[in-house]
C-alpha cells in the first residue's frame, strides 16, 4: 500500500522565485501535517489540516508561505518568493484522526530537499 | 535526546548490545508519545507509541517506556543491529491532534 507521497523530492531554485510542494496523504486520513526540518531547528511543524480545513497555522514561518487542501488526497506548500534561508526538507505526514480527543499516529512522507540559491 | 543547534547527541553501541535513548518532555498536561526513527535521506518512520494511561509498552525489539513523574521517555532496542543506526525522535501530543518533536539522538552501532 501506498504511504504519504511527496513531489518533488529534491528542488533547487533562484531566490525569489515561487516554489510549489505537493503531498498526497494516505488514502482514508483525515489529517495532514506540513513540517520543516533542519540541522539548526529541527522538525518544526508549519500547517495542520483536518477534514481539509486549517486548523492551526501558527507553524507558518511569514506570509511568503501559504498551503492549500482542495481534497482529501491533495495539498500544496507554495513559497513565494523563496528565499535562501527556506532551504530545508519539507515533509508531510497524514494520520486518521478518529476524534474523542485523541491525538493517532502521524504518517512521514520522504520529503522534499529544497535549496534556494 | 535534546539537541543544541547543529550537534545531535550520539548514542554508540556495539552491534548485539542493548540500546537505551532518552527523552525528557516539557508538557506535564502530554498524554500520547511517539518514537520515530529517521534514516539518512528518509522521512521519520514511526517505531511504536505509548499513551499516558500506561507505564511501559512492548514491541518487536523495542520497548518503550514513560515515567509520567520526571516527564521522562525511554526507548530501549534490544540486540542492536546495524539496521538500527539512524537518528530517532520522541514527540509528545500538545493538544488536538499535534505533536512537538524532540531534537532527537544519533544511534551508530559499531560491527
Known amino acids: 500500500d501506498a504511504g504519504v507521497i511527496q513531489s518533488p523530492r529534491h528542488e533547487v531554485t533562484e531566490m525569489g522565485q515561487e516554489v510549489t510542494l505537493r503531498c498526497k496523504p494516505i488514502?482514508?486520513?483525515?489529517?495532514l501535517f506540513w513540517y520543516r526540518q533542519t540541522m539548526m531547528r529541527g522538525l518544526e511543524l508549519l500547517i495542520y489540516?483536518?477534514?481539509?480545513?486549517?486548523?492551526?497555522d501558527s507553524g507558518m514561518p511569514e506570509d511568503r508561505f501559504s498551503a492549500k487542501m482542495p481534497n482529501a488526497s491533495f495539498s500544496t506548500l507554495k513559497i513565494q518568493p523563496s528565499e535562501p534561508r527556506d532551504s530545508a526538507v519539507y515533509f508531510c505526514?497524514?494520520?486518521?484522526?478518529?476524534?474523542?480527543?485523541?491525538?493517532?499516529?502521524?504518517?512521514f512522507g520522504p520529503g522534499t530537499r529544497l535549496t534556494v540559491l | 535526546g535534546e539537541s543544541v543547534g547543529l550537534h545531535l547527541p550520539t548514542l554508540s553501541v556495539q552491534e548485539g548490545d542493548n540500546s537505551i535513548i532518552n527523552c525528557a518532555y516539557s508538557n506535564s498536561a502530554s498524554d500520547y508519545f511517539i518514537w520515530y526513527k529517521q534514516e539518512s535521506g528518509k522521512g521519520p518512520q514511526f517505531i511504536i507509541d505509548?499513551?499516558?494511561?500506561?507505564d511501559k509498552r512492548q514491541g518487536q525489539r523495542v520497548t518503550v517506556l514513560l515515567n509520567k513523574t520526571v516527564k521522562h521517555l525511554s526507548l530501549q532496542i534490544a540486540a542492536t543491529q546495524p539496521g538500527d543506526s539512524a537518528v530517532y525522535f520522541c514527540a509528545e501530543n500538545i493538544g488536538g491532534n499535534m505533536l512537538t518533536f524532540g531534537g532527537g539522538t544519533r544511534l551508530m552501532v559499531k560491527p
Open positions: 489540516f483536518n477534514n481539509n480545513v486549517p486548523i492551526d
Open positions: 505509548i499513551r499516558s494511561n500506561m
Open positions: 488514502s482514508g486520513h483525515n489529517s
Open positions: 505526514a497524514s494520520s486518521l484522526a478518529l476524534g474523542g480527543g485523541s491525538t493517532d499516529t502521524q504518517y
